[in-house]
């Protein structure tokens, strides 16, 4: 079956940069990563699942929200079958669980999720 399991998540101080990766497994004929698109959300307690970043089959083809435009990255590694989240100038607001997800038509398949913590 398809996994995701990201990596990377920590404990850091504001102004510090952290990178999450995603890695993709249990992929057959019919079900290439390359084709995906890949997306990273989060969730901090008491609150909405706030979409972060995704992108396409391309690494040009990326979106962000507002509250992380600048700051993130996101990049894909297919030969790995590997999505990366790059954190530049973390902030505390930037504290919660994050997940990753592939998505093609029907298919949608998620991670278990990775804190990041951000704090003095």
Same mark, same amino acid.
């Given at each position: +079956? #398809? +996994?995701? #399991?990201? /990596?990377?998540?920590? *404990? !850091?101080?504001?102004?510090?940069?952290?990178? *999450? /990766?995603?890695?993709?497994? $249990?992929?057959?004929? $019919?079900?290439?990563?390359?084709?995906? $698109? #890949?997306?990273?959300?989060?969730?901090?307690?008491? &609150?909405?699942?706030?979409? #972060?970043?995704?992108?396409?089959?391309?690494?040009? @083809?990326?979106?962000?929200?507002? /509250? !992380? &435009? $600048?700051?993130?990255?996101?990049?894909?590694? %297919?030969?790995? %079958?590997? !999505?990366? *989240?790059?954190?530049?100038?973390? &902030?505390?607001?930037?504290?919660?669980?994050?997940?990753?997800?592939?998505?093609?038509?029907?298919?949608?398949?998620?991670? +278990?999720? @990775?804190?990041?913590?951000?704090? /003095?």
């Amino acid at each position: +079956q #398809v +996994q995701l #399991v990201e /990596s990377g998540g920590g *404990l !850091v101080q504001p102004g510090e940069s952290l990178t *999450l /990766s995603c890695a993709a497994s $249990g992929f057959t004929f $019919g079900f290439t990563f390359s084709h995906f $698109g #890949v997306s990273w959300s989060r969730q901090a307690p008491g &609150k909405e699942r706030e979409a #972060v970043a995704s992108i396409g089959w391309s690494d040009d @083809i990326t979106y962000y929200a507002d /509250s !992380v &435009k $600048g700051r993130f990255t996101i990049s894909r590694d %297919n030969a790995k %079958n590997t !999505v990366y *989240l790059r954190m530049n100038n973390l &902030k505390p607001e930037d504290t919660a669980a994050y997940f990753c997800r592939a998505h093609l038509g029907t298919y949608d398949f998620w991670g +278990q999720g @990775i804190q990041v913590a951000v704090s /003095s």
